[in-house]
Structure formats: structure tokens, C-alpha cells
């Protein structure tokens, strides 16, 4: 069992930048792989970018790639997504998820731990 909670959503300009965080209780968080997604009103929720138990792979939406970066730190169970030159479109509620296993998956049906999300709405 893992709990995730997000932190670090807010409101800023186009082209600037925010860090979400992600932080998971349990002893064996390096056992699974790490993903955010995101879900703007009235959308389907969508991968964001993904990473496995080492920290070695990552996976990334076409649509972040080359803007955001996702890290982790094993030790002290946490997850993170650095998201710089943001776009309005951008503008969701940012959820963190978690698979035990090693892949990273690239749909929201292979996660079974979720976080409550963090809002990211950036202003044109």
C-alpha cells in the first residue's frame, strides 16, 4: 500500500516554470515505478511522464518532452516534476501515481495509487 501527496501547484505566467512534488509513504517506494498525469476540465486525464524504480528510465509525453523533467529520490520517497516553459495549455489538475513493478506504463489503467492532485493553471 503507498500514499502519494502532491505539492507545489500554483499559478504562473506562460514560459515560466514550477516544480511539483510528490511524496509517498511506505518502506518500499523503490519498488515501484512513478508517473504524473494530468486532467484540465473536461478531458480525459493524460500521462504526463513516467519513471522507474532506479531512476535510470524515463517516459515522456510528446507534448512535455524537452520542457519537463521528472527525478526521484529514493531515499527520501519522493518524486518530482520540473515543468519549465509552460504553456496556458498546461493549465490542469497534476496527479501522482504509482505501480509496483518496474515498467513504466503510459495509461491510467496500469497505476493503482493515485494522489489527490495539485492544480496548475498557467495565465497567458
Known amino acids: 500500500q503507498v500514499q502519494l501527496v502532491e505539492s507545489g501547484g500554483g499559478l504562473v505566467q506562460a514560459g515560466g516554470s514550477l516544480r511539483l512534488s510528490c511524496a509517498a509513504s511506505g518502506r518500499t517506494f523503490s519498488s515501484y515505478a512513478m508517473a504524473w498525469f494530468r486532467q484540465a476540465p473536461g478531458k480525459e486525464r493524460e500521462f504526463v511522464g513516467g519513471i522507474n524504480w532506479s531512476g535510470y528510465s524515463t517516459l515522456y509525453a510528446d507534448s512535455v518532452k524537452g520542457r519537463f523533467t521528472i527525478s526521484r529520490d529514493n531515499a527520501k520517497n519522493t518524486v518530482s516534476l520540473q515543468m519549465n516553459s509552460l504553456k496556458p495549455e498546461d493549465t490542469a489538475v497534476y496527479y501522482c501515481?504509482?505501480?509496483?513493478?518496474?515498467?513504466?506504463?503510459?495509461?491510467?489503467?496500469?497505476?493503482?495509487?493515485w494522489g489527490q492532485g495539485t492544480q496548475v493553471t498557467v495565465s497567458s
Open positions: 501515481a504509482a505501480r509496483p513493478g518496474t515498467a513504466v506504463l503510459n495509461f491510467r489503467n496500469g497505476y493503482a495509487y
